[in-house]
DNA sequence: CGCATATTGTTAACTAGGTAAACAGTTTTG
DNA sequence: CAAAACTGTTTACCTAGTTAACAATATGCG
């Protein structure tokens, strides 16, 4: 525990040699993420999808006819708080629910073609913006961002 | 219609031919950042610091006498979402505000001794929490991984 | 000086993106 | 069959912000 070393005074002294902020992975990650998801919304414009919508339709256009309730436990949320998100998918008619045969519980997603038209274009349409916000970085570099964004995921044992 | 060999094959197939959001650096900071904040919040307890009122002692910390205009922009906010992080910390008494001499609309901010003590502490049970929750990353990953966060800050434009 | 304009902290109303609890319909299990 | 569990849903609530308005105060300029 080393970190804890020098706290100083720092009535006075404006010279900053209080270890900061600035030296937590988390604030950074919040600063980043922030830009990133600002981003995201300005090119997706004024009624594009949000972040989490889109992040539902994608699952649903990998997993035809999944439940709702995988697909919360993928997005790691309530499957209550779903519900909006899915009404707002079907009503833009990205997507249909149709009654499981087999199980009249669940009810299947499955992406409609405009649906997925709109996932791949969007997609697309991301991936550039995220190329411009990102080209101080090089290819190699966010290549390993994102390998090492992974790994932190990946230590989140709470989500199943 | 045609196309329901192709959704079928994804179904089951963990390949991913298709693009998905695994590949938008977005999606996986969103990720990173969740488990983060997930294991501040944790750290910290039950009657603990939220990452922004903690965000904001800091700076007040390393910052004495700031208005809270000011501090609003480090922070990024508003200046009226402020006051409810301001009122927190001085209810519990780890900084004060008071007129500034010269210029009687600023409360000039100003951490209590508790206020530093407190900084200190929690600033060193956080980093604790993250160097466990990071264990899987190298020292030089960390240090990577830092550096590029705070490259991808940098472009945000907006933040002034 | 006087007056228009700007700034500060604050409140109020609103939004986004969730959680938790309860519910009816529908399986599944003992 | 009865009890338990699961699914989608509604409802109430929470957190962390935003925008717009406001009074008090400060500043620029003719």
């Not at 900061?20 to 919040?30: A, F, Q, R």
């Not at 699952?59 to 708080?81: F, N, T």
């Not at 087999?102 to 992406?111: C, E, S, Y």
């Not at 996932?119 to 190329?131: F, I, M, N, R």
């Amino acid at each position: 525990m080393a970190l804890h070393a020098a706290a100083k005074q720092t009535e006075t002294d404006p010279t900053e040699v209080v270890p900061d902020l600035e030296t937590l992975i988390g604030y950074n990650m919040k600063r980043a993420y922030v830009a990133i998801q600002k981003d995201f919304r300005a090119a997706l414009g004024e009624g594009g999808l949000s972040p989490r919508t889109f992040s539902a339709l994608s699952l649903v256009v990998a997993h035809p006819d999944i439940s709702q309730s995988s697909l919360a436990r993928m997005l790691g949320i309530e499957r209550s708080g779903l519900v909006a998100i899915i009404d707002e998918l079907e009503h833009r008619k990205l997507l249909t629910r149709s009654v499981m045969p087999g199980d009249r519980r669940i009810q299947a997603l499955m992406a409609t073609p405009d649906g997925r038209v709109v996932y791949h274009d969007t997609l697309a349409t991301v991936q550039a913006h995220e190329d411009r916000l990102l080209a101080d970085l090089t290819a190699a570099e966010k290549e390993t961002l994102m390998q090492l964004l992974k790994k932190i995921r990946l230590t989140d044992r709470e989500s199943t």
